[in-house]
């Protein structure tokens, strides 16, 4: 079985068995975030507050790590860095050894998780007890966490009592959440009374004054360390904040982002050694807080050199909420034993496997990353997660051998050692084909999807041939435009550039016919020059250098034309979602900020224009009720624009019904893919359900079109082209 099949096996695996009960708590944790930090109204201004602040203490690690060692030294208190996990764990171990500790108990800690501390101490015969319920469910299952946050949110209620009952075999057998809760507190409750040392995580540590927050919602955390001798707290070193006041933004935003809380059922901070007396639960008896040890653990592990990363540097802000996991359809779908490494998950995990345990970890992930940008919305200290997948995306294909050896081998393409795919090479360079295939249109199309070449497609690149190819138009967009007599207004208020993107100018040429005779009929001149493709296609498969390189041409050609007084407008959000965030890390500066500043989407156009002067609208004939289901583009909504489509519309008489769902599942060439066509088909199965009786849909991206082609017997088409229609 090739890695392409090995990993459809697995996707298709996960999604029967984990992926209703992932599905369900995702989504909900999701829709809460939305409930919760829609009603508050300085969210924006936490967010930045809490960047600025991450941004800071990365920047200072080496001088914070000091100040939080004098002040928990001046505590009674104890730190230690490690460099790495051996390390870390051998710390631990002495001073479980020291102590003659026979049992130790932790709360839930993904640091803790990423060294194998559990592993290490059970080596030693020690024996360790997760209080967490989640972590506990894991114990008990021998599984790895699926979710930074929830980790056995992959299982069910009734998942939980089938695996309490056969493990544990109770008098009488458990069935509700009641039930089980009521046992795993019972049982969990006695471990902690019998343990010798406490172990936790911190989601917060202040440098200032050696405090240590904890996040939780069944607080345990504080019984691990109240009800032991000994505390041993274990961080990473991009915990460390610079003050005490600097706490208040994330606890603000923990909750609301990981679960959609206004605040997490327990917020503990406490600075340590804790002034609580000891108990000794054999005689019954207190025993003095003097007694008590502490340790604090920070952990390095690979961070420092992310810290000097300029690319992988942003990881270090993340606060480990899963907001990433949550709002990305494809772990909706999979969830974390799929969209993870060794121990991270969700979008972010690709930064922290990278860093923690290397790219070989995040390489057998890192695809299922589609740059929608709907994480960057969702994260509290809005790191670009997107970004950070492609760099570490670029690096995997750097660092393999480049040579298609497997020709000269003579091995076969399932046995290929490394290099970039074929696969990637294919879509990464996209403009290519599709200009070969308009130049040699109909054939190309007839060609492609000859049974012979689809097989061979199939086997060779892992295109699925379940998939609906693009059928490439003889007469491009440009060539169209340069042959019409029509030269549209003789005098034009104002005057654009629009953009011919590979599939408007290559496959979907309608919808571009259709946006040059709208933006006429409302007194705009209209150019469309050949332009070079954005970069979109090989940046999406971690190809940085091509795409840039395509970035440059095309900031330089377009940028002629802003400088000459025409905007740039645009039909594919995805090109535009290029030129208004991802050249600003490709291009120089002053390009980016001029055509960031004066690119726009088709309908956010036509809607500035018709507000300019409403009285343009009495050139559309109105719809008069007429039924239409409309999907946005994911990027198209993390961009903010999904409004001035439904406006328009709306303006001219449609009775219009959007889409619940905020992903269709195809993603550009992910749904192409064959390991991951049925989870593609997946993700789009809400938006299938939803449009299925619907007479008439547009969706306003490429892939969109696509996958509805695929979902529905109801062909769709741009939105565009039904104001089109309705030109007098």
């Known amino acids: 079985m090739s890695g392409r099949q090995q990993k459809a096996e697995r996707i298709r695996e996960l999604m029967a068995t984990q992926g209703e009960a992932v599905e369900e708590n995702t989504r909900e944790f999701n829709d809460g975030r939305y409930e919760s930090t829609g009603d508050l109204s300085e969210y924006e201004a936490l967010r930045d507050e809490a960047r600025a602040i991450q941004e800071d203490a990365i920047e200072r690690i080496p001088e914070l790590v000091d100040q939080v060692t004098e002040a928990v030294e001046a505590n009674g208190g104890t730190v230690y860095v490690a460099d790495d996990a051996a390390d870390a764990n051998e710390y631990v171990r002495n001073i479980v050894a020291d102590a003659d500790a026979d049992s130790v108990v932790k709360s839930k800690s993904m640091t803790s998780e990423e060294l194998e501390v559990n592993e290490a101490l059970a080596a030693d015969g020690v024996d360790v007890w997760e209080t967490d319920l989640g972590e506990f469910v894991l114990q008990v299952a021998d599984e790895a966490p699926s979710h930074l946050v929830a980790p056995a949110i992959h299982k069910s209620t009734e998942d939980i009592a089938a695996l309490f009952d056969g493990h544990f075999d109770p008098e009488e057998p458990l069935e509700t959440a009641e039930d089980l809760t009521t046992f795993a507190r019972d049982h969990l409750g006695e471990k902690i009374?019998?343990?010798?040392?406490?172990?936790?995580?911190?989601?917060?540590?202040?440098?200032?004054?050696?405090?240590?927050?904890?996040?939780?919602?069944?607080?345990?955390?504080?019984k691990c360390l109240a009800a032991t001798d000994t505390h041993v707290a274990v961080a990473g070193v991009e915990k460390l904040l610079p003050r005490f006041e600097d706490l208040q933004p994330f606890v603000e935003l923990i909750g609301r982002s990981g679960t959609g809380q206004d605040i997490t059922s327990y917020v503990s901070l406490f600075t340590p050694p804790v002034d609580v007396p000891t108990l000794d639960h054999e005689a019954d008896e207190l025993g003095s807080a003097d007694d008590r040890e502490f340790h604090l653990i920070l952990v390095d592990n690979g961070r420092m050199e992310m810290r000097e990363d300029d690319q992988l540097r942003e990881t270090l802000y993340c606060i480990r909420c899963s907001a990433c996991a949550n709002s990305c359809a494809n772990f909706q779908h999979v969830g974390g034993h799929?969209?993870?490494?060794?121990?991270y998950t969700g979008g972010i995990a690709t930064g922290w496997e990278a860093g923690v345990h290397g790219q070989e970890s995040a390489a057998e992930f890192n695809d299922l990353c589609t740059g929608c940008s709907r994480c960057v919305d969702a994260c509290p200290v809005?790191?670009?997660?997107?970004?950070?997948?492609?760099?570490?995306?670029?690096?995997?294909?750097r660092d393999?051998?480049?040579?298609?050896?497997?020709?000269?081998?003579?091995?076969?393409?399932?046995?290929?050692?490394?290099?970039?795919?074929?696969?990637?090479r294919l879509f990464g360079n996209f403009e290519t084909l599709a200009k070969f295939g308009s130049a040699t249109a109909p054939v190309s199309n007839w060609l492609a999807d000859w049974g012979p070449n689809r097989w061979l497609m199939a086997r060779i690149v892992g295109i699925d041939r379940r998939r609906d190819l693009p059928e490439f138009?003889?007469?491009?967009?440009?060539?169209?435009?340069a042959a019409r007599d029509d030269r549209g207004p003789s005098d034009p208020g104002r005057e654009v550039v629009l953009y011919p993107d590979l599939y408007t100018n290559h496959v979907q040429v309608e919808r571009g016919k259709a946006a040059v005779r709208v933006l006429e009929a409302l007194d705009v001149g209209v150019r469309v020059p050949a332009v070079r493709s954005s970069g979109r296609a090989p940046l999406s498969q971690g190809m940085i250098e091509t795409a840039t390189d395509h970035a440059e041409d095309v900031a330089t050609q377009l940028g002629r034309h802003v400088d000459e007084g025409r905007d740039v407008v645009v039909v594919e959000p995805s090109d535009l979602a290029m030129f208004r965030r991802e050249y600003e890390r490709l291009v120089d500066e002053d390009a980016y900020d001029t055509l960031a500043d004066d690119s726009y989407e088709i309908l956010e156009y036509v809607y500035g224009l018709l507000e300019a002067d409403p009285s343009r609208s009495d050139r559309f004939r109105n719809a008069d009720g007429e039924r239409l289901a409309y999907h946005s583009h994911c990027q198209q909504r993390t961009l903010g624009l999904e409004p001035y489509t439904t406006e328009v519309l709306g303006e001219l008489?449609?009775?219009?019904?959007?889409?619940?769902v905020e992903c269709c599942g195809m993603a550009g060439s992910f749904g192409y893919k064959a390991e991951y066509y049925e989870l593609s088909m997946d993700v789009g199965a809400t938006l299938r359900d939803q449009f299925e009786d619907e007479p008439r849909v547009v969706a306003s991206g490429t892939s969109c079109m696509e996958q509805l082609d695929d979902l529905l017997d109801v062909p769709n088409r741009h939105p565009i082209e039904e104001v089109a229609d309705r030109l007098e």
């Open 400 to 424: 393999a051998d480049q040579e298609l050896s497997w020709l000269v081998e003579g091995l076969t393409p399932d046995e290929e050692p490394g290099g970039v795919d074929l696969q990637k």
């Open 653 to 660: 008489g449609f009775d219009l019904v959007t889409s619940e």
């Open 338 to 343: 799929a969209f993870g490494g060794e121990t």
């Open 382 to 397: 809005k790191i670009d997660i997107p970004w950070i997948n492609t760099v570490v995306r670029d690096r995997i294909n």
């Open 473 to 481: 138009q003889r007469e491009t967009l440009v060539e169209w435009f």
């Open 193 to 222: 009374r019998e343990a010798d040392i406490g172990m936790t995580g911190a989601n917060f540590v202040t440098a200032d004054t050696g405090s240590i927050a904890l996040v939780t919602s069944e607080g345990n955390a504080r």
